[in-house]
């Protein structure tokens, strides 16, 4: 039986890469569920974030950037992440950045128009344009796709994201809580690690070197010092895809991965709220963006 009191529903978070989907992931719900930086192709798996209320759960689900030409196996399951928030959809949140341009053929614009969800067209960023430029941006959006509502927004200043939300909680269905209350997401603290130090990399290294590598968790284990207070150790490999990348990583005389490790062991302290003992290493394996196996430990693909 359909409870008519409280609402639940699925919310999928789409677009292209670098559009500012994270950003309103973690404005939405409130926490930091995804990393976020300038650069494209930051988010490359699907994370759930729950927002949950006396009356409502939102299952919000940012994923990565619809790439249209994918060069990796690794990119090709990022692409299936995004076609399966389709299929599990009460509404889609289909992010824009004003400035971008689509063509007629895109294929993902045809994959929208055969989906069966409500589409909310959510143009990000709009500080960057006049009120005028706005409109035209609508209008064209409003010529090749059909949609429930559009949203002008800016997710990084949060203005317009309050009513953005107000809209979801009226549009989603009557139903029972699809997780527990207490519940904030579906990904185990071993993911939000690994991603927490890969924003790192992304922020402190240049060029294609973030591109390269993937970070695996080795071990993950809640101790206590010897003074009685709580302490995580963790241990983690990060993977790149060349030898030369190696060298990099670490820096001259191990400064690199020593800043990186700082960096990383701040944010996992507040982020876990207690001391981080955290040790980084680096492994060379080659072409693992197209290795069946690393994908499926790195968990890109069942």
Not at 80 to 99: C, N
Not at 271 to 294: A, G, I
Request: charged content about 30%.
């Amino acid at each position: 039986m359909t409870n008519n009191k409280h609402k639940a529903g699925f919310v999928n978070i789409i677009g292209r890469p670098n559009v500012g989907k994270s950003t309103l992931m973690n404005a939405l719900v409130g926490e930091k569920m995804s990393i976020i930086t300038n650069k494209p192709q930051t988010t490359r798996h699907r994370i759930v974030g729950i927002i949950n209320a006396e009356n409502f759960q939102i299952v919000f689900s940012d994923t990565p950037g619809y790439i249209k030409k994918p060069s990796y196996k690794m990119q090709e399951s990022m692409n299936k992440f995004v076609h399966g928030s389709f299929e599990d959809a009460d509404i889609i949140l289909f992010v824009i950045d004003p400035r971008d341009t689509f063509e007629e053929d895109d294929p993902f614009l045809e994959k929208m128009k055969k989906s069966t969800a409500p589409i909310f067209l959510v143009i990000n960023k709009m500080d960057l344009l006049t009120a005028e430029e706005l409109e035209k941006v609508e209008a064209w959006w409003k010529e090749h796709l059909t949609f429930e509502q559009v949203f002008h927004i800016s997710a990084l200043n949060k203005k317009n994201t309050t009513v953005l939300l107000d809209e979801i909680i009226g549009s989603i269905p009557f139903s029972e809580p699809y997780y527990p209350k207490d519940q904030l997401t579906d990904r185990p603290e071993r993911f939000f690690v690994a991603e927490i130090i890969r924003e790192k990399i992304l922020l402190l290294y240049g060029q294609e070197i973030p591109y390269s590598c993937e970070v695996y968790v080795q071990s993950f284990k809640e101790t206590k010092t010897k003074h009685g207070a709580d302490i995580t150790n963790i241990a983690a490999e990060i993977f790149v895809s060349r030898k030369t990348q190696k060298p990099i990583i670490i820096g001259k005389n191990g400064d690199s991965i020593k800043r990186l490790g700082t960096e990383a062991r701040k944010t996992l302290e507040e982020w876990l709220e207690q001391k981080v003992f955290l040790e980084l290493h680096v492994k060379v394996k080659e072409n693992w963006r197209d290795d069946h196996s690393l994908l499926k430990n790195f968990g890109y693909e069942d």
